[in-house]
C-alpha cells in the first residue's frame, strides 16, 4: 500500500487549497478512503470519508460546508477540496485507505499552514 | 457523540510492561483501534477490533477490553516502542456515523 499526498502549502485565511493523494499497491477503486489531520504538536482528527463508488460522503463537524472530498479511481486518486481555510485548519493532512472503521494505510501526509 | 480519554503520558523502563489506558464516558459496543505515532512519520496500526494484531506487529504489543475502558498493553518494553499511541473509535450514535481519536499518549522509555 503505498499513499502519496500533495496540494499542501500556505494560504491566507478565506483562501482555497486542494489536496491529492496518489494511491498503489491495492485496488483502489475497491476501498473507501479518508482523510485525517494532525494540526503541529496536537493530536489525529477525522476530517472526511467517501466510500468506493463515491455515492456515501461524510465529514466532521469542524469541516462541513467547507471542505469536499471527492476521488477518481480511473487515476487512483483521493482529493480534498478545502475552501474558507482558517487558523484553526493548519495541520498535516494524511491520506487513509479505509479498513471498515479504522485506518489500515496512511500517507506521508502534506502541510497546509492558514496564515496572514 | 462521545469522548476517547487517554492519560497524556506514561514512562517505563526498558523489559517492564506498558499499559496505556482509553475511555469512554459511552461506548456504544463499538471496536477499538490503536495506533502508534513516532516523531515526523505517519501513524501505524498497531491493534484493531479491541485485540487484534495486523500482520508485521510484534507479539509484545496486545489489546483488551472491559465496559467502557479499553487498553494497549506492550509486553517487554523496548526503545524502540517510545512514540505517541492513540485509540479510535466510531461513533455511529449521530446521524452520521464519525470517527473519535484520543487524545494521545506519549511512552517514554526510560
Known amino acids: 500500500v503505498q499513499l502519496v499526498e500533495s496540494g499542501g502549502g500556505l494560504v491566507q485565511p478565506g483562501g482555497s487549497l486542494r489536496l491529492s493523494c496518489a494511491a498503489s499497491?491495492?485496488?483502489?477503486?475497491?476501498?473507501?478512503m479518508n482523510w485525517v489531520r494532525q494540526a503541529p504538536g496536537k493530536g489525529l482528527e477525522w476530517v472526511s470519508y467517501?466510500?468506493?463508488?463515491?455515492?456515501?460522503?461524510y465529514y466532521a463537524d469542524s469541516v462541513k460546508g467547507r471542505f469536499t472530498i471527492s476521488r477518481d479511481n480511473a487515476k487512483k486518486s483521493l482529493y480534498l477540496q478545502m475552501n474558507n481555510l482558517r487558523d484553526e485548519d493548519t495541520a498535516v493532512y494524511y491520506c487513509a485507505r479505509d479498513g471498515g472503521g479504522y485506518y489500515l494505510g496512511w500517507g506521508q501526509g502534506t502541510l497546509v499552514t492558514v496564515s496572514a | 457523540s462521545y469522548e476517547l480519554t487517554q492519560p497524556p503520558s506514561v514512562s517505563v523502563s526498558p523489559g517492564q510492561t506498558a499499559r496505556i489506558t482509553c475511555s469512554a464516558d459511552?461506548?456504544?459496543?463499538?471496536?477499538a483501534y490503536w495506533y502508534q505515532q513516532k516523531p515526523g512519520q505517519a501513524p501505524v496500526l498497531v491493534i484493531y477490533k479491541d485485540t487484534e494484531r495486523p500482520s508485521g506487529i510484534p507479539e509484545r504489543f496486545s489489546g483488551s477490553s472491559s465496559g467502557t475502558i479499553v487498553t494497549l498493553t506492550i509486553s517487554g518494553v523496548q526503545a524502540e516502542d517510545e512514540a505517541d499511541y492513540y485509540c479510535q473509535s466510531v461513533d455511529s450514535s449521530a446521524t452520521h456515523p464519525s470517527v473519535l481519536f484520543g487524545g494521545g499518549t506519549k511512552l517514554t522509555v526510560l
Open positions: 499497491g491495492f485496488t483502489f477503486s475497491t476501498y473507501s
Open positions: 459511552a461506548l456504544p459496543n463499538q471496536y
Open positions: 467517501i466510500s468506493s463508488s463515491s455515492s456515501t460522503k
